[in-house]
């Protein structure tokens, strides 16, 4: 698809600033220009300032007709504190592609939390001179769409305490008939839409209120929830351990309904997870409906569209669901949208930003959060599934730094210098680290897709270090293994790696997925163990085997599973690096996100609210009174 295109020039110094200032001292083109390079026309776009704006759903009506372009997912090796540069890679190589090699590209990434941003890891916008720009508005509020998570989560918590509350205080059920429904200023008693929508889920037909008898009236008001099967917690954007567990209602007008509750961080909400895997305005206002907040005396599910605040939940959540259009260093277009909790969710950008990055670009590079093991083993066995797109590429990307700690090294020490294995040539460390990439590339080859693997380099690297990652990722079955040099460089960096990935593009694929739906529960867990953790077996506490069967005949067991595990290792235990063999895992605990559409699977214990480290990165965050530019973000 050609397209009029002005790349963006960079402007390298050498010793390389910090990020923010990189950002700060690139040009931006408006974004009506990058939309116009991209052939968005002016009436689908919603202006947020000169340099980012939402793009309207309707451009998918406008495009269908176009054929999807070439779609691959960056990756990685399983995570050390030493970084791998997921991010940076992905940019970098949408950088390459669009204003070196004159493709027609797009970068789809997620938005980042608050949390780490001012918590231990700072911002997710890329680094060095691939990142996307500006830098501070991705990393902050952008235009809004976790803050419409954070109260739309909230709103649907308020409505499931209020409605326990009012049902015990009014034990008449047609006395709380009456309330749900009252008359208008006519005397008219009319259902809403909402209530509509819940008759409708009890089998009941009529539409008119006087017409119910005192059995219907009675089934739609009374949800009879039992509080100690109440799941659905509060959210906030920020790191605070102290929320984890709280106790609520402690005023003196919900005397008796205390109860035990907490918060977890927005990103971990289900309706951020809803975000990333709706299809369309209707998809969400389904989706939110099927949320399950809580189950009833009888075991049975309650649902947010049971509480009757799903219609709600979608009017705040109408503009978070328009993907953000912003660019690259060098001027390439990026879509930024949706950010969900990759330990608990996949962890991925949303499919309706993809849809429309594959209709404007003949390249989406887009990324799974995480090491291949947990990110993209999600990406394809359920953002796949509900979107219908098929991969041709996975960019595996891999440091010889990191290698080396699965090889044995030592532990990285925040502060101090990093050790001269990680910063001399050792061979023989970085070959006892190579299985960690090996197995990540054979599983990648197990959903046959071509496999690409990116070297992310430092300045230490040597060349004969390099060449035995090389070595080993091709006979692992990668198409190719190139250094990459994009944190320094920018998109000259990642010529290289570009043109792989053009290469492996046009290779044959023959994706297919690693279990079907409808096998049982356990046989999709013990599936994903055996094929991706290589682990002998699994082992099930006596709650997740009742949750299994729970879920099971509430007929969620169709559903795809998003394994909550540590990042850390193909383990359930994050001091495991390598490549380990002979082990176990153990399933604690699973949960439901029915409206997003998944399982999770907890193994071991897993934190849905980070807390903030002694020295958190907020320190260095500040606004420069006279300039107005914001400092210290990275």
Known sequence: MARKFSPTPLKLRTPVPSDIEIAQEGTLKPILQIAEELGIEAGELELYG?????????????????????????????????????????????????????????????????????????????????????????????????????????????????????????????????????????????????????????????????ELTAEEKSRFA?????????????VIDINDSMLRSIKVGLGKDEAGFEHDSGYDITVASEIMAILALTTDLADMRDRLGRMVVAVNRKGEAVTAEDLGVAGALTVLMKDAIKPNLMQTLEGTPAIVHAGPFANIAHGQSSIIADKIALKLADYVITESGFGADIGMEKFFGIKCRYSGLIPQVVALVATVRALKMHGGGPKVVAGKPLASEYTDENLDLLRKGLPNMVQHIENALKYGVNVVVAVNSFATDTQAEVEVVREAAIKAGAMDAVVSRHWMEGGKGAIALAEAVIKACDKPTNFKFLYALDI??????????????????????????????QFTK?????????????????????????????????????????????????????????????????YDVDLDLETGKVLGLF
């Open 50 to 210: 000169p340099h980012k704006a939402k793009i309207k759903l309707e451009i998918l009506e406008r495009l269908k007709g176009r054929p999807d372009g070439k779609y691959i997912d960056v990756t990685a090796i399983t995570p050390t504190p030493l970084g791998e540069g997921k991010t940076t890679t992905t940019v970098g190589v949408s950088q390459a592609l669009g204003a070196h090699l004159g493709r027609n590209v797009m970068t789809v990434i997620r938005q980042p939390s608050q949390g780490p941003t001012f918590g231990i890891k700072g911002g997710a916008a890329g680094g060095g001179y691939s990142q996307i720009i500006p830098m501070e508005d991705f990393n902050l509020h952008l235009t809004g769409d976790i803050h419409a998570i954070t109260a739309a989560h909230n709103l649907c918590a308020a409505a499931l305490d209020a409605r326990i509350m009012h049902e015990a205080k009014t034990p008449d059920d047609a006395k709380l008939f009456d309330a749900l429904c009252p008359p208008d200023k006519k005397g008219q008693r009319r259902f809403s839409p909402t209530m509509l929508r819940r008759l409708k889920k009890l089998g009941i037909k009529k539409t008119d209120p006087n």
């Open 222 to 234: 009374r949800l009879d929830i039992d509080y100690s099967g109440v799941q659905w917690r509060r």
């Open 554 to 618: 509430l007929g969620f067991g169709n559903l795809p599973l998003c394994m909550a595990k540590t990042h850390l290792s193909f383990t359930d235990k994050a001091d495991q690096k390598g490549a380990p063999r002979g082990f176990r895992i153990t399933i604690s605990d699973i949960r439901a996100s029915a409206g997003a559409g998944f399982l999770y699977p907890l193994l071991g214990t897993m934190r849905t609210m980070p807390g903030l480290p002694t020295r958190p990165v907020f």
């Open 520 to 549: 049982p529960v356990k046989e999709k867990i013990e599936t994903i163990a055996r094929e991706i953790y290589r682990a002998d077996g699994v082992d099930y506490t006596p709650e997740a085997e009742a949750k299994i069967a």
